[in-house]
């Protein structure tokens, strides 16, 4: 066993070996777990995927004289502004009323690579805050913050989509072609983090990540996160499971890290970019990153029915591969993950490690092992 104080004295001294989630899986054929527990101290796991429960705070600084802003608008795209005076809330999946194709993920990543937006305010006027109307011209070097603040990220696993249906769907995950035309999945597979560690070990509130080109952390559990739900015999859940709420400071974020993106007729959504190293503490710790995509499997569900139904399971080994066979018939497969982008995340994340620039830190606390999901009851 091994400790996580051994291991960050380990990465200061310069002697910590770190390998990536994909590199561990190809010396898991070779060895066992406790041969990889004595050569390995940290693996790094990445995924790349559209998220649309993502957003940012922002404060733009008071004017003078002061406004409390009630509406706002960046390049006339709506963002949230009940907070206070000048601080904002920008949606990822917000739209332009003038472009389905422009949105609040759109505004994110142009103030993170550096560009001009036009923010538009207006207020009713108060005593202390008499202004009723502003614009005005930002960067990220003139407001005072921008802090990412996702509450949903990085799901554990995620169910295949198909469509049975007569007509193309058109979905957060993809368009769908009709009478099983194409199936899409949305994971990095054996990168993936939160199937590196499926019972959450080593991740909890307070983890301190890779996020979208800095250095973040998570805040707490994600919104829709489950813990409770069925497991293969690798301990892997095989649908939706565990979520996180992830923060970091957006200023220092890359641009190559955090793309805006379209999908037809569905809406904005946000390409967002984690990275979360594991330390091998013990064998159990050494199974877990050595899970392969052949033994990671999930759900197969109908889109075109109502409570998307499971109609069958495969594994990541198949999705990857370009075809799976389901109701006999061949059905080509599309990921909406980057496998080549998460492999870059796990490679700078190693490489920030080596160089002693990202010490590990033990969780504050951990998710809860039992949690399920409620479901919004209609009253009419």
């Not at 390995?40 to 004017?63: E, L, R």
């Not at 190559?256 to 013990?282: R, S």
């Not at 594994?315 to 990921?335: E, M, P, V």
Request: glycine share 8%.
């Amino acid at each position: 066993m091994k400790s996580l104080e051994e291991i960050n004295q380990k990465i200061l001294s310069g002697d910590a070996v770190v390998m990536t989630a994909e590199e561990v899986s190809r010396m898991s054929l070779e060895y066992t777990p406790s041969e990889i527990l004595k050569k390995v101290d940290i693996v790094t796991t990445a995924t790349f995927a559209p998220m649309c429960s993502s957003g940012m705070f922002i404060n733009f600084g008071h004017t003078d004289p002061p406004i409390r802003m009630e509406r706002i608008t960046l390049n006339n795209v709506p963002v949230h502004a009940g907070l206070a005076a000048v601080d904002a809330y920008i949606g990822a999946t917000e739209n332009s009323p003038f472009n389905e194709r422009y949105g609040g993920a759109n505004i994110i990543e142009e103030l993170i690579s550096g560009k001009e937006v036009k923010l538009k305010a207006w207020a009713k006027g108060t005593d202390c805050y008499p202004e009723t109307e502003v614009e005005a011209v930002i960067t990220k070097n003139t407001v005072n913050e921008m802090i990412l603040f996702n509450p949903r990220n990085a799901y554990q696993n995620y169910p295949c989509a198909v469509n049975s249906s007569g007509k193309i769907l058109y979905t957060y995950m993809g368009s769908l072609l009709p009478d099983l035309g194409n199936a899409t999945f949305s994971t990095s597979g054996e990168l993936s983090p939160l199937l590196n560690d499926p019972y959450l070990r080593t991740i909890g509130i307070g983890t301190r990540i890779f996020l979208c080109g800095t250095q973040g952390y998570i805040s707490w559990y994600g919104t829709q996160c489950r813990t409770s739900g069925e497991r293969n015999e690798f301990g892997v859940p095989v649908a939706n499971s565990a979520t996180l709420a992830v923060i970091g400071n957006a200023r220092e974020m890359n641009s190559n890290y955090i793309k805006a993106a379209y999908f037809e007729k569905y809406g904005v959504t946000i390409f967002i970019g984690i990275g979360i190293p594991i330390p091998l503490l013990d064998k159990d710790m050494a199974a877990a990153v050595s899970v392969r995509n052949d033994q990671i499997h999930t759900k197969v569900c109908d889109y075109s029915i109502p409570g998307h139904p499971e109609i069958g399971r495969v594994n990541y080994a198949q999705l990857f591969s370009g075809y799976i066979n389901l109701k006999n018939r061949k059905i080509r497969t599309a990921s909406l993950s980057s496998v080549y982008t998460s492999r870059l995340i796990a490679d700078e994340l190693r490489s920030w490690i080596k160089n002693k620039k990202f010490l590990l830190t033990q969780p504050l606390e951990l998710f809860p092992q039992d949690k399920n999901l409620n479901s919004l009851q209609r009253s009419l």
